[in-house]
Structures are given as C-alpha cells and as structure tokens.
C-alpha cells in the first residue's frame, strides 16, 4: 500500500464523451504527477501540480486538464474522449520541497483503466 | 530531449537462474536511476535507485551503473516464478519542475 488511491478502477467510456480522474496523494506529499501508459508501452508524462500549480506538462493536447486541490489530490479530466485515450492511468504523489530531488521517490496510485469505445 | 531504452523483450529465464535487464540513456547529465517493477495491470513499484558509478546490491537485487557508457542494468540472481513481470528503468526528477521518465520497460518471463 503506497498511500496514493485513484478512483474509479476500471471505467468505460464512449468516443465524445468526458471523463473526470481522481487521486488522493499520500500524506505529506505536496506534488502529484500524471501519466498514460497505453498497453506495452512505459508511462508517459501528462502533467504535474506541485502545490496547486500545474509545473509542468507533456506533449498531450489540451483536451487533458488537471488541478489540484488544497489537500493535494488532484483530478485528470479528459474532454472529447478518442478511442486512443484508452490506457491506465497513473497518478504518483511525491514531496518535491525536500533539499536533495535526485532521490525522491514517487508513489503510485493504483490507476484508472479506461476503456473507450 | 532525456531519452531511455530498453529492450521490449519477451527474456525468458529459467527458474534459478540469473534475469539481465539492460537500459540506455541519452542524457549525459542524467546522474541516478529508477528500476520499477509492474505487475500486469498494476502500478509500477520501485524496487532499486541507484546514482553512483558501480554495483548496488539489495537482496536477490543488483542495479548496475556505468555513467561513461550512459548503461544502467538490474541484475535478479535465482530468478523465481513471482519476478515475472514489466521492468521499468526510469530517470528521476532533477528538480521541482521536472518529471521522472520512463523507458517502455522490459517484459520478463521466468519459466519454471
């Protein structure tokens, strides 16, 4: 158990439409980063919030949008769904105020399968 | 652009034996490494960080660096049914603003 949670698990969705993403960070994390792994591919990087603000984004489209909320979970909302957007996704929570970065481990979420047909 | 690579696999290892899992990167200044375990369907889980030049050892574990050849390798000595899995090499955040990024990951089947 890694403190991070994501819901839903697993969701299906139709071409068009809209889905909402959500990850609780573990306690005392301050950042929460959020990636698409498509199937037998590695985790790509969408964006990242640290303390509220979005500091830094992937080559994703702007139909993904985040935010973060006061207590560090976050939201992934996908407009205009297509049938590619079809993969897990990742949050992973991490504190990026500690001194020394090169060693800080990000915990993952579960993730979110999201199929869309 | 950091890039990292790895073979996609299928490596098929017998049980018992030793599993080599090999990585490059592009970036010269990248100065340590994430070795994550995926089981299929689920989240990756770090298993190994490495940032010195050499062998790091954690139980059946070794992550090997060698910083002039820009190679990062993980090493699963008696390599057991459970090690079958996706192995992602990553390159951790340098700082506040940066991601960790992935290599595809290499897929490992131990045959018992």
């Known amino acids: 158990e890694t403190g991070v949670t994501q819901s839903p698990t697993h969701l299906i969705k139709t071409r068009g439409q809209q889905v909402t993403l959500r990850c609780s960070s573990q306690?005392?994390?301050?950042?929460v980063s959020w990636y698409q792994q498509a199937l037998g591919q590695g985790p790509q990087f969408i964006f990242q919030?640290?303390?509220?603000?979005?500091?830094g984004r992937g080559n994703f489209p702007p139909r993904f949008s985040g935010l973060q909320f006061p207590n560090y979970s976050s939201e992934l909302n996908v407009n205009a769904l297509e049938l590619d957007d079809s993969a897990l996704y990742l949050c992973?929570?991490?504190?990026?105020?500690?001194?020394?970065?090169?060693?800080?481990?990000?915990?993952f979420g579960q993730g979110t399968r999201l199929t869309v047909v | 652009q950091k890039e990292v690579e790895q073979n996609s696999g299928p490596l098929s290892v017998p049980e018992g034996a030793i599993a080599s899992l090999n990585c490059t990167y592009s970036?010269?200044?990248?100065?340590?490494f994430f070795w994550y375990r995926q089981y299929s369907g689920k989240s990756p889980e770090l298993i190994m960080f490495?940032?010195?030049?050499g062998d790091k050892e954690d139980g059946r574990f070794t992550a090997q660096l060698n910083k002039a050849s820009q190679y990062v390798s993980l090493l699963i000595r008696d390599s057991q049914p459970s090690d079958s899995a996706t192995y992602l090499c990553?390159?951790?955040?340098?700082?506040?603003?940066?991601?960790?990024?992935f290599g595809k990951g290499t897929r490992l089947h131990i045959l018992p």
């Open positions: 992973a929570s991490s504190n990026r105020d500690r001194e020394i970065l090169v060693n800080t481990e990000a915990f």
């Open positions: 306690s005392g994390h301050n950042t």
């Open positions: 919030y640290y303390r509220e603000e979005e500091n």
């Open positions: 970036d010269r200044g990248s100065q340590s």
């Open positions: 490495i940032y010195s030049n």
């Open positions: 990553a390159v951790p955040p340098m700082n506040r603003d940066d991601k960790i990024i």
